[in-house]
Nanobody, 122 residues
Framework: QVQLAESGGGLVQAGDSLRLSCAASERNTYAMAWFRQAPGKEREFVAAIRGSGGTTSYADSVKGRFTISRDNGKNTVYLQMNSLKPEDTAVYYC?????????????????WGKGTLVTVSS
């Protein structure tokens, strides 16, 4: 069972940048994804990256502002978040999927981290 640990969350102002990290307990070639859940809302897809790192996918709401990447040598996936907005405030979770999907949903993921809180003030 792969264990995931997110870090890098915090309180920032609108327009600031933040980089989240997700460290996996073991080397893997799974697709990795970031999801987020705002208070009172359902968990939603943010971004995903193939095991090789060659293909990425983004939610429309973050395209052009967020970048997902991975370092397989460090078993770590990153989410660089730029031009943050108050509506980006949420708990951010990383998760794995054994297969690459055309559309990622929470139900299709295999392992989850515990999340890291990102708060963006206006």
């Amino acid at each position: 069972q792969v264990q995931l640990a997110e870090s890098g969350g915090g309180l920032v102002q609108a327009g600031d940048s933040l980089r989240l990290s997700c460290a996996a307990s073991e080397r893997n070639t799974y697709a990795m994804a970031w999801f987020r859940q705002a208070p009172g809302k359902e968990r939603e897809f943010v971004a995903a990256i193939r095991g090789s790192g060659g293909t990425t996918s983004y939610a429309d709401s973050v395209k052009g502002r967020f970048t997902i990447s991975r370092d397989n040598g460090k078993n770590t996936v990153y989410l660089q978040m730029n031009s943050l907005k108050p509506e980006d405030t949420a708990v951010y979770y990383c998760a794995t999927s054994r297969i690459w999907r055309l559309k990622f949903s929470p139900a299709g993921m295999d392992y989850w981290g515990k999340g890291t809180l990102v708060t963006v003030s206006s």
